[in-house]
């Protein structure tokens, strides 16, 4: 979680930049909002800490605003790379504690790696893996790709693992993985209303897994999968 002196600059606001930008704010972040264009950042000014227009690619201007104060900045500027370059040179140029900066592809990924952006996120091709997932395994609710094929996956438990308890289970003898934690839903009622709010379970080797349980599992893709074959 955030804490609250954490800062963070994004610049560009089309809908990933304001979409990170807005996420952050509600975690309790101080965000500086930045694009070239003036209506954008009147559209994004009220969710965050700070909004300003102006050139992200002009040295004088983005120090002007502290920019080098920042734990972090984000460059989610999508439609025009050259742009996106130029910002990112003139970043590193300030010495930027952190970059983390947005391609839409590999190619790009590989030039803002080879000019010195350690962190490269590719959206489209992430939000494609998590979809490309839960096709296949309709069980997987949401999922984290790690290095040497290890995932993090949440998961709606097989039908024969219902009722079971951890121990009984074995995952870590019988497939290799380790449960992490099991969320529930549960109803609750907030401002006379009924509303469904997520609540988090340490498990222990007697904790049964219930049918509207889900289990929150680490381990390599197949025996992930091996797992989820004994639903069928």
């Known amino acids: 979680m955030a804490n609250s002196t954490s ?7 089309g809908q990933f930049g304001h979409a990170i930008a807005r996420k952050l704010t509600q975690r ?3 965000v500086l909002a930045i694009d070239i264009d003036e209506q954008l950042i009147d559209d994004i000014a009220e969710e965050v800490a700070y909004a300003v227009a102006l050139d992200a690619t002009d040295p004088k201007a983005l120090a002007s605003q502290n920019i080098s104060d920042y734990d972090a900045v984000v460059i989610a500027i999508g439609t025009n790379f050259e742009q996106l370059t130029l910002c990112a040179v003139t970043l590193l140029e300030l010495d930027i504690k952190r970059i983390i900066a947005r391609a839409t592809g590999p190619v790009q990924q590989t030039i803002l790696e080879k000019i010195g952006i350690r962190e490269v996120l590719i959206p489209e091709s992430e939000v494609a893996t998590i979809v490309t997932e839960k096709l ?3 069980s997987i609710v949401s999922y984290l790709e790690l ?3 290890y995932r993090i996956a949440q998961l709606k438990p097989p039908e024969v693992a219902i009722g079971r308890s951890i121990g009984e289970l074995d995952l870590r003898d019988r497939y290799n993985l380790s449960l992490i934690t099991i969320t529930k839903e549960l109803e609750v009622i907030k401002n006379g209303r009924v509303i469904l709010e997520e609540h988090i379970d340490i498990p222990n080797s007697a904790t049964e897994i219930g049918e509207d349980d ?8 197949v025996d992930i999968e091996r797992f989820l074959e004994i639903n069928e």
Do not use: S, T, W
Not at 7 to 13: E, L, S
């Open 136 to 138: 296949l395994n309709p």
């Open 214 to 221: 889900f289990m929150l599992i680490f381990g390599k893709q």
């Open 7 to 13: 800062k963070f600059a994004v610049i560009g606001m």
């Open 147 to 149: 290095p040497d094929d």
């Open 28 to 30: 309790g972040a101080e």
